[in-house]
């Protein structure tokens, strides 16, 4: 009897399923309703090692295909990559980062987003934007004008940059942000004094080792590695980064941009807004020069005429003549004294301010009484045929810690601490509000070299390190670092954010017709049709998938249009696209894409519910039949 009611229950059952199963109606998916409304084009530059923004762009197809955008994807491989988007602009989505000098404090994008920039890759015009009371597009307004707001960090001017940001990214959107690199910096557990932040020259002062570590060679030195050999020690010349980096280690800016974003006197002493055009700058004296290779000039000190020299030829001679279009002129006044007169606008016959000065005073100053020996025939520009330029370039010297001990190529460099050095020289550093120790250290702890050893193979450098023939390992990029290094009780490490983004770049001008459309959208006609369907292509993108998969959820996710290492200069309530499917769509609609109601739709018969109610009544006979 027990065996037939179990016979009968399943049964039961049985039919309840075959009965509920057609009771339920699924909407089938059809043909249409997977068939893309577009193609758009996502032309790749390939420069990024690992090809990390192949990977970026094969995601975003992929997400894109649930509001049925297809992506066609291109791949090129010319190292005229960005040029080439911008000149030809045969693309709707590309993607790529930029940069910042590490010295950078100011929110100028000057070059990046504005109409005529260099790097204007958006296809950014006044049209898109225009407002007949301004003469000229809301965004090109805000930029000019945070050129002209001084001093230069006062909270108007970050006012000013917020409300900027927050136009560009709600009725612009020329980029959909995603990241902000990581760097973590690997060292043993020995070394003591070390900030990231601050970085290693700024560090050094502070650093010491407690005992020597496995592997060590000597506890007087730091050895790192580089990718690369440096190839120019000339800062007016040089183009990569190793150069870049040796040359910090030798010469001196006016100005030195602590990690907090702050400005601070360096081997200027003072530097003082007469009025908002008129700068005069005051050098420190007994800054003594590190002997020319030539050794033709022993006892030089830093002067008035250096930085003039400097200035000059950056501004007249050097092919980044446009960053220093702000210098009117300049006069010596004495030995360690200069006048810079400003006009941050020169196409308008009144002298304009100009706030973002201090990145260009952050410039490496070069000995004039060596590069300047003989002139053109104007009897002032320099004669950069002398033989003095091609020696300066592979034997650089300055005024800072290091000077230039060995170099062999391909395999390492090696730098000495200068004992002549005015870091050293405490009747120097020890000038009021310069907080030089509590800044850069006392120099107590015995290291004297920095040895800089070329490993091309980021592999190799773990190797290295880990069998202790580096000091310091840096994970500034792909590929982040493993467990083995987070988790070796041998090792410390920090990290810090990189005054860099990457970011996925649209084209918005008209010659596209989908991503950069002017026509009004159909749902809502106070925005342009090309405007709601990069809204929707934003929304559309899962930045935490990316992240979680590809760097192991170690980069920071930003929304900002600048470096959000920028600090105070990022507005903090700048709009998120964050991935949100429903919003995407609707903003699909808004654009005239009648994206439907999700793909599967469920809904019960109705019909059919006094079938389902009888099926149930039967299961609850049996029920009561079997506990009876």
């Not at 339920?24 to 996502?42: G, H």
């Not at 006392?442 to 000091?471: C, P, W, Y």
């Not at 929707?536 to 249009?561: F, Q, S, W």
Request: charged content about 20%.
């Amino acid at each position: 009897m027990r065996k037939l009611r179990v016979k009968q229950t399943a049964i039961a059952v049985f039919v309840t399923a075959i009965i509920l199963l057609n009771s339920i109606a699924v909407q089938n998916i059809s043909a249409e309703d997977t068939k893309p409304f577009f193609t758009l084009v996502a032309r790749l530059p390939m420069y990024y090692p690992g090809g990390i923004y192949a990977d970026y762009i094969n995601f975003l197809k992929q997400q894109l295909e649930r509001i049925r955008i297809n992506v066609d994807v291109i791949v090129q491989c010319n190292p005229r990559d960005i040029v080439d988007l911008i000149a030809f602009k045969d693309f709707d989505i590309s993607c790529f980062g930029l940069t910042g000098s590490i010295s950078s404090t100011d929110p100028d994008f000057t070059g990046v987003y504005n109409e005529n920039g260099s790097l204007n890759v958006w296809g950014y015009h006044t049209s898109m934007d225009w407002d007949d009371e301004l003469g000229t597009g809301i965004n090109e307004w805000y930029m000019k004008q945070g050129t002209l707001m001084v001093p230069a960090n006062s909270p108007e001017r970050i006012q000013h940059y917020w409300a900027w940001q927050k136009h560009l990214m709600e009725n612009l959107l020329p980029l959909q942000p995603l990241f902000a690199r990581k760097e973590y910096n690997f060292f043993w557990n020995e070394l003591e004094g070390y900030n990231i932040s601050d970085g290693l020259l700024q560090s050094w002062g502070k650093m010491s080792w407690d005992s020597s570590h496995s592997g060590q060679v000597s506890t007087d030195e730091i050895v790192i590695s580089e990718p690369y050999s440096w190839s120019d020690l000339n800062p007016l010349t040089y183009v990569d980064a190793s150069s870049v980096f040796i040359t910090n280690f030798i010469m001196d800016p006016l100005v030195w941009h602590d990690s907090d974003m702050s400005v601070q006197p360096h081997l200027a002493e003072s530097f003082e807004m007469l009025n908002d055009t008129h700068l005069r700058l005051t050098m420190r004296e007994g800054i003594k020069w590190q002997l020319d290779p030539d050794g033709l000039f022993p006892n030089e000190y830093l002067d008035a005429k250096d930085v003039f020299f400097t200035f000059y030829y950056w501004s007249e001679m050097s092919n980044k003549q446009e960053l220093f279009e702000w210098i009117d002129g300049m006069k010596i006044i004495d030995q360690y004294t200069l006048d810079i007169f400003i006009d941050g606008d020169p196409d308008t016959p009144e002298k304009e301010p100009y706030a973002p000065i201090f990145d260009s005073l952050n410039n490496k100053i070069l000995p004039e009484h060596y590069l300047n020996q003989t002139q053109l025939v104007d009897g002032i520009s320099p004669d950069i045929s002398h033989t003095s330029w091609s020696t300066f370039a592979v034997n650089g010297f300055g005024t800072s810690l290091f000077e230039l001990s060995d170099f062999q190529e391909g395999v390492e460099t090696t730098l000495e601490v200068w004992n002549d050095c005015w870091w050293l020289n405490s009747s120097i550093t020890d000038a009021p509000g310069l907080n030089w120790e509590q800044r850069f250290g006392d120099f107590t702890g015995g290291l004297n070299q920095l040895r800089i050893k070329i490993i091309t193979d980021h592999e190799m450098s773990q190797v290295q390190f880990e069998a202790g023939l580096l000091d310091i390992i840096d994970f500034s990029s792909f590929p982040a670092p493993t467990d083995a290094f987070l988790l070796n009780p041998n090792f410390e490490y920090q990290s810090d954010l990189r005054k860099d983004m990457i970011f996925f770049a649209f084209n918005m001008r008209e010659m596209r017709p989908v991503i950069g459309s002017s026509s009004p959208a159909p749902g809502d006609e106070s925005i342009t049709k090309g405007l709601a369907i990069r809204k929707a292509i934003c929304y559309a993108i899962n930045r935490v998938e990316i992240n979680n998969v590809i760097h192991r959820g170690l980069y920071k996710i930003v929304d900002h249009p600048i470096f959000y290492k920028l600090g105070i200069w990022c507005n903090p309530d700048i709009i998120s696209y964050d991935y949100n499917l429903e919003k995407a769509e609707e903003y699909m609609r808004i654009a005239g894409f009648d994206i439907g109601e999700p793909t599967i739709r469920i809904s019960i018969r109705m019909d059919l519910i006094p079938i389902f109610t009888i099926s149930i009544l039967i299961l609850t006979i049996f029920k009561k039949k079997k506990s009876s």
